[in-house]
């Protein structure tokens, strides 16, 4: 089973930078939509950015002009590169891949799971 292993992330001030990557074991991102997705204690998983099966990316808008996800396809790692960060940001970052779709924001859509890494922004 493919697995998916996430590093970076870390304390940073606000304004700050950071880089996520995620890992597969396979060549899973190749196949599969990917997405980002942040949690904070008591609220349910959210929505970051994702990339379909097809190539396009998107992104919510409180990411975008912030954070890109690009992914390499070599090393089979997609990366979340964070600018401009706010203390709003401080979270549990997960990666996930799931089934292909046009756009899939919701949790359910994916079935595979890194194991999250904490980002937090201090202000």
């Known amino acids: 089973q493919v697995q998916l292993v996430q590093s970076g992330g870390g304390l940073v001030q606000a304004g700050g930078s950071l880089r996520l990557a995620c890992a597969a074991s396979g060549r899973i991102f190749v196949t599969s939509n990917l997405g980002w997705f942040r949690q904070v204690p008591g609220k349910e998983r959210e929505f970051v950015a994702g990339r379909n099966w097809l190539g396009s990316i998107y992104y919510t808008d409180t990411a975008k002009g912030r954070f890109t996800l690009s992914r390499d396809n070599a090393k089979n790692t997609v990366y979340l590169q964070k600018n401009s960060l706010k203390p709003e940001d401080t979270a549990v970052y997960f990666c996930?891949?799931?089934?292909?779709?046009?756009?899939?924001?919701?949790?359910?859509?994916?079935?595979?799971w890194g194991q999250g890494t904490q980002v937090t922004v201090s202000s």
């Open positions: 996930a891949a799931g089934r292909i779709g046009t756009i899939n924001s919701r949790p359910s859509d994916y079935d595979t």
